[in-house]
């Protein structure tokens, strides 16, 4: 089974610039999330989607990050205006309802350098 | 709000040591519990997912523990090999919605 997909896997932008990452779960799974990794620190819960219907943004700075899943497959990250603080590893995440419950499969991450 | 630590923060062990990572959280009302390795520049790749109705998974040399009353699991990892050496993160999911909360993660370095 193919795993989750994200791309591009680095990315540097000068700060106020936007850049948009993608992700493509594993095929079936209704949930998907996005995490911020800044460099040693945990993984950071940005957006979770169920489908194509958001069910925790909290985290998510509304002001300059956007996400989008409309039609519940794949996703996209946006960061518009980037700032130097945005600099991260971008994680997609998703999770199944068959197979074993909870269990949480990773992608390798866009890393992002804001100079 | 579910919060997630992990204790030690750092920790290095020579080849061939026998060794435990820590990890606690505030709410018991866990749904289940994962462990993670995380390599240097890549993704979290799964260890062991521990169900809450669960006291232990095993895998090779790993052996993952959980103690929902007291809000504790860990991580056991026998006969250390310096490929064991990454970042090892735990995440709990609380209630119905698959709600996420990673802990800071244990950074592990096996010496020769």
């Known amino acids: 089974e193919a795993g989750v997909a994200q791309s591009p896997r680095y990315k540097i932008i000068e700060k106020r610039q936007s850049v948009a990452f993608w992700c493509n779960p594993i095929?079936?799974?209704?949930?998907l999330y996005w995490y911020q990794q800044i460099l040693g620190q945990g993984p950071k819960l940005l957006i979770q989607?169920?489908?194509?219907?958001?069910?925790?943004d909290s985290q998510l700075p509304k002001d300059r990050f956007s996400a989008e899943r409309l039609k519940g497959v794949d996703s996209t990250l946006k960061i518009q205006p980037a700032k130097l603080e945005d600099s991260a590893v971008y994680l997609c995440?998703?999770?199944?309802?068959?197979?074993?419950?909870?269990?949480?499969?990773f992608g390798e991450g866009s890393r992002l350098t804001v100079l | 709000k579910q919060e997630v630590t992990q204790i030690p923060a750092a920790l290095s062990v020579p080849e061939g040591e026998n060794l435990v990572l820590n990890c606690s959280f505030t709410?018991?009302?866990?749904?289940?519990l994962q462990w993670f390795r995380q390599d240097p520049g890549k993704g979290l790749t799964s260890l062991l997912l521990i169900q809450s109705s669960q006291r232990e998974q095993t895998s090779g040399r790993l052996n993952a523990s959980l103690d929902k009353s007291s809000g504790r699991s860990t991580l056991y990892i026998a006969a250390s090999q310096p490929g064991d050496s990454a970042t090892y993160l735990c995440?709990?999911?609380?209630?119905?919605?698959?709600?996420?909360?990673f802990g800071t993660g244990t950074q592990l370095k096996v010496e020769l």
């Open positions: 989607f169920q489908n194509n219907g958001v069910v925790d």
């Open positions: 995440a998703s999770m199944g309802t068959g197979g074993i419950t909870g269990e949480l499969f």
């Open positions: 709410d018991s009302a866990i749904y289940n």
């Open positions: 995440a709990v999911i609380t209630g119905g919605g698959n709600k996420l909360t």
């Open positions: 095929s079936g799974h209704a949930t």
